[in-house]
Structures are given as C-alpha cells and as structure tokens.
C-alpha cells in the first residue's frame, strides 16, 4: 500500500487531455512537501517530468504540467502522443516517515 | 554528462549478503544527496534508502531497516548499499538516485540504468 494515491491507469486518445492525480496527508504533501513526477517504462530508469510541484526540466515539453491543492497535486499532459504511454509516478518527502514516498504508479495508455 | 553506474546484482540465496555499488560522474558529488530506489518484477518503484551530502542524514524505508545499510564515499564518487539477510521479497531492479538537495528532501533529477538483484533458492 503506497502513501501516496494515485489512480491505477488513465487512457486517452491521441491530442486528447489526460490528468493524473496523487493524493497525500499532513505529513507529506500536506505539509508543503514538493512533490515531483516521473516517467517510467518497466526495467528502465525513471526520467523527471515536474519537479517542485510545477516546474519542468530543460528538455521536458510544455505539454507536461504540475499542479498543486492542498494535500492533492496533478500532472497534466496536453496533446497526447503514442510516445507517451508510460508509468507515471508522484514522490515526495514524508516528515513522519524520515524519506521518500512514491505513488503506486498509474499506467497512460494511449488509445 | 551526468552518469550513474551501478554494480554488484547477483543471484544470491535467501538469508545471504551483497554490496552494491554505484559510481557518479559528470557533478560535484559530495554537493547531494543520494538515494537507492527498487523495481520489483511487475511492480512499482519503491524508495529504499538515502543518505545526505557528508553522510550526516541517513534514513531507510521500514521494510529494510536494519538490514540495509547505506553508505558514501566522496573521495571515490560512489554510492554504496549493503544488504543483509536478503529475503525473496527484495527481488528487484535497484536505481541510484542522485537528488537536487544536500540533504534528501528533493526529487531526483538523474537514474542509473539499475542492477539486478535476485533473491532465491
């Protein structure tokens, strides 16, 4: 069971919106924890997407956006690519827990 | 160009030990933290440990805590994690994580490719 909520999987067609959700508590992104997304596909190394709740990397397209609420955060992809189908994953720090916390992942496809 | 190189998976037998090493290059690496995240087969990431930039910050998930034991040497650029009495249930890809921060609080910007740790009679 991961700290952090997020939907098991998304879909969409391609040019369509998807949001994906992450869901914390008080110890975590409630207390103003930044809250970091990533890219995943199986037996690879995970790429930074958002960073600081809302901030892309050099290199990451503005279709990728973060957003933040409370003790919820999102992610935002905009313009949906086949390329796009991936794991995607929310971390944080846990104050109780003394370290990281991850999402469970939430699997894109793209229709 | 930043690089994370990890080392040391094998296929070892429950109850077992094995070091795993990682090695850093393309930054100042005693100016971050750095972390072990695991892959299961068909699963979810899963943070393991981390340790800050002069090894004064230290903490690790429940389900290794006193089996594992992270550590660092600046000098030589590298990462390490020692894990004892090794159950199947830490079959996994393990990933070097180097964060943003100094301390651990922050994401992490850059992966290693992972080694592949096996647990099994």
């Known amino acids: 069971q991961s700290v952090l909520t997020q939907p098991p999987s998304v879909s969409g067609a391609p040019g369509q919106r998807v949001t994906i959700s992450c869901t914390g508590n008080s110890s975590n992104i409630g207390a103003d924890y930044d809250v970091h997304w990533y890219q995943s596909l199986p037996g690879t190394a995970p790429k930074l997407l958002i960073y600081g709740n809302n901030n892309r990397p050099s290199g990451i397209p503005d279709r990728f956006s973060g957003s933040k609420s409370g003790p919820s955060v999102s992610l935002t992809i905009t313009g949906l690519q086949a390329e796009d189908e991936a794991d995607y994953y929310c971390q944080s720090f846990d104050s109780r827990l003394s370290g990281w916390v991850l999402g469970g992942g939430t699997k894109l496809t793209v229709l | 160009e930043v690089q994370l190189v990890e080392s040391g998976g094998d296929l070892v037998q429950p109850g077992r030990s094995l070091r795993l090493s990682c090695v850093a290059s393309?930054?100042?690496?005693?100016?971050?933290?750095m972390h072990w995240v695991r892959q299961g087969p068909g699963k979810g990431l899963e943070w393991v440990s981390g340790?800050?930039?002069?090894?004064?910050?230290?903490n690790y998930a429940d389900s290794v805590k006193g089996r594992f034991t992270i550590s660092r040497d600046n000098a030589k650029n590298s990462l390490y994690l020692q894990m004892n009495s090794l159950r199947p249930e830490d079959t996994a890809l393990y990933f070097c994580a180097k964060d943003m921060g100094l301390i651990g609080f922050g994401g992490s910007d850059y992966w290693g490719q992972g080694t592949l740790v096996t647990v099994s009679s």
């Open positions: 393309g930054f100042t690496f005693d100016d971050y933290a």
């Open positions: 340790i800050g930039w002069n090894s004064g910050t230290i």
